[in-house]
């Protein structure tokens, strides 16, 4: 796994061992960006990558410009892999925070904080089905301008405040560009 673009393209991307993460495939995160980069400019943007995995996402967005990226998973051994991802792209390596959390608990603790990002990732487990709760935590933590990419295997009925900005089918991956109502 690589960054696709931006000022780290062709950077390696290590992928913790096992089956606790699922890393988004080249094909899909090349079509998402894509998706991404006609709606919004990523320089200087807040990002907040939940679910972080192997920070692949947070990643190509620091490679194209963001100014500060979150990633934030609950397991201790795949934070130790994003700390080695993150500090495989330098100079940027300050513009990136990982944390060990579990979502919900990080997205409760930014609300307080009065915390707003441009983009969020929301890509959990396949087998996830704490949706409307998730999202309704992330709704607190987004501006008008915002963008949300849910990320799942199968498409994700949006909660009330949320409205699909479009709907990607990858045959086993379902990309949902999401945005306030």
């Given at each position: 796994?690589?960054?696709?673009?931006?000022?780290?393209?062709?950077?390696?991307?290590?992928?913790?061992?096992?089956?606790?993460?699922?890393?988004?495939?080249?094909?899909?995160?090349?079509?998402?960006?894509?998706?991404?980069?006609?709606?919004?400019?990523?320089?200087?943007?807040?990002?907040?990558?939940?679910?972080?995995?192997?920070?692949?996402?947070?990643?190509?967005?620091?490679?194209?410009?963001?100014?500060?990226?979150?990633?934030?998973d609950?397991?201790?051994?795949?934070?130790?892999?994003?700390?080695?991802?993150i500090?495989?792209?330098?100079?940027?390596?300050?513009?990136?925070t990982?944390?060990?959390?579990p979502?919900?608990?990080?997205?409760?603790?930014?609300?307080?904080?009065?915390?707003?990002?441009?983009?969020i990732?929301?890509?959990?487990?396949?087998?996830?089905d704490?949706?409307?709760?998730?999202?309704?935590?992330?709704?607190?933590?987004?501006?008008?301008?915002?963008?949300?990419?849910?990320?799942?295997d199968?498409?994700?009925?949006?909660?009330?405040?949320?409205?699909?900005?479009?709907?990607?089918?990858?045959?086993?991956?379902?990309?949902?560009?999401?945005?306030?109502?």
């Amino acid at each position: 796994m690589r960054v696709l673009g931006g000022t780290s393209k062709g950077k390696k991307i290590k992928t913790p061992p096992g089956s606790l993460t699922r890393p988004t495939s080249a094909r899909v995160k090349n079509s998402l960006f894509g998706m991404l980069c006609t709606r919004i400019d990523f320089f200087e943007i807040t990002v907040l990558d939940l679910f972080a995995g192997s920070g692949s996402l947070g990643l190509e967005a620091i490679s194209r410009g963001a100014s500060q990226v979150e990633f934030v998973d609950s397991a201790h051994s795949v934070v130790q892999v994003l700390k080695q991802n993150i500090a495989g792209i330098p100079p940027d390596v300050a513009r990136a925070t990982a944390i060990k959390s579990p979502a919900l608990a990080y997205l409760k603790n930014r609300i307080s904080a009065n915390a707003h990002y441009d983009l969020i990732f929301c890509d959990p487990p396949y087998l996830f089905d704490d949706w409307n709760e998730l999202l309704g935590h992330v709704i607190q933590v987004t501006t008008e301008d915002s963008i949300i990419v849910i990320e799942s295997d199968r498409e994700v009925n949006l909660p009330e405040g949320l409205s699909v900005l479009k709907v990607k089918d990858y045959g086993s991956t379902v990309i949902t560009l999401a945005s306030l109502a």
